[in-house]
C-alpha cells in the first residue's frame, strides 16, 4: 500500500475552509485515497474516500490531482468540533478494517 | 444503531492479572479488528479477524489472544498483563474489501 505524507499541523479560523494536503506520490491505478479523523480520546472517524473524481459528502470535500500522487480534504466551514487528528491512507481493494495503517496524520487546530 | 459497543471503558489491572476486552458489533460486519493507541503513537494493529472461526496476528500480537465464535463479538483476552500493555485499545469493524470502518470508543487499560 501507498505510503502517504501530512504536515503534522495545521490550524484554521471557525467558520473558514480548512484544507489539508496528503502527498501520495507511489500510490497505485487501484488504491483508493481514504480520509479518517480522531477527536481527542474517541476512537477514529471514517470522512471520505475515493478513487480518482472529486468526492463530496455531508461531512467533506476530496479533492484528488489528475496524476492522482497527491490530495486535499476540505471542511467547507470548520467549527470548534471539527479540532482533530486527520488521517490520510492510501488502499488498494482487498481486506478490510485490517488493513487501516495510521500514521501520525495532521493536528488540525480550529480557533475561535 | 449501536455500532461498535466496547466494554469496560476503563480499567485498571495488577501485573499479572488477566482480563478480556469485550467487542460488540450489530452491523454484521465480516471483519474485526483491534487496535492500541499509545501516546503520540498512530494506532498499532493487534489482531485481526476475517470472519466467525478465523483470526490472525498483526504488528503487535504478543501478549493477546483472541477468538471469534460469532460473527457479532471479538474480545481480546490479556492473559498476563503487563505494563507494556498500558494504553488505550480500539476496536473495529467493517464489511471485507472495504475501509469505512466503523470504531468503538475505546478502553483505556492501565496496569500498575
Known amino acids: 500500500d501507498a505510503k502517504t505524507t501530512q504536515p503534522p499541523s495545521m490550524d484554521c479560523a471557525e467558520g473558514r475552509a480548512a484544507n489539508l494536503p496528503c502527498n501520495h506520490s507511489t500510490i497505485s491505478g487501484n488504491e483508493y485515497v481514504y480520509w479518517y479523523r480522531q477527536i481527542h480520546s474517541q476512537g477514529p472517524q471514517y470522512i471520505i474516500h475515493g478513487l480518482k473524481n472529486n468526492e463530496t459528502n455531508e461531512m467533506a470535500s476530496l479533492i484528488i490531482t489528475e496524476d492522482r500522487k497527491s490530495s486535499t480534504l476540505i471542511l467547507p466551514h470548520a467549527t470548534l468540533r471539527d479540532t482533530a487528528v486527520y488521517y490520510c491512507i492510501a488502499l488498494g481493494e482487498e481486506g478490510g478494517s485490517e488493513k487501516l495503517v495510521f500514521g501520525k496524520g495532521t493536528k488540525l487546530t480550529v480557533n475561535p | 444503531n449501536a455500532g461498535v459497543t466496547q466494554t469496560p471503558k476503563f480499567q485498571v489491572l495488577k501485573t499479572g492479572q488477566s482480563m478480556t476486552l469485550q467487542c460488540a458489533q450489530d452491523m454484521n460486519h465480516e471483519y474485526m479488528s483491534w487496535y492500541r493507541q499509545d501516546p503520540g503513537m498512530g494506532l498499532r494493529l493487534i489482531h485481526y479477524?476475517?470472519?466467525?472461526?478465523?483470526?490472525d496476528q498483526g504488528e503487535v500480537p504478543n501478549g493477546y489472544n483472541v477468538s471469534r465464535s460469532t460473527t457479532e463479538d471479538f474480545p481480546l483476552r490479556l492473559l498476563s498483563a503487563a505494563p507494556s500493555q498500558t494504553s488505550v485499545y480500539f476496536c473495529?469493524?467493517?464489511?471485507?474489501?472495504?475501509?469505512?470502518?466503523?470504531f468503538g470508543q475505546g478502553t483505556r487499560l492501565t496496569v500498575v
Open positions: 473495529a469493524s467493517s464489511y471485507t474489501g472495504v475501509y469505512e470502518a466503523f
Open positions: 479477524s476475517v470472519g466467525a472461526g478465523i483470526t
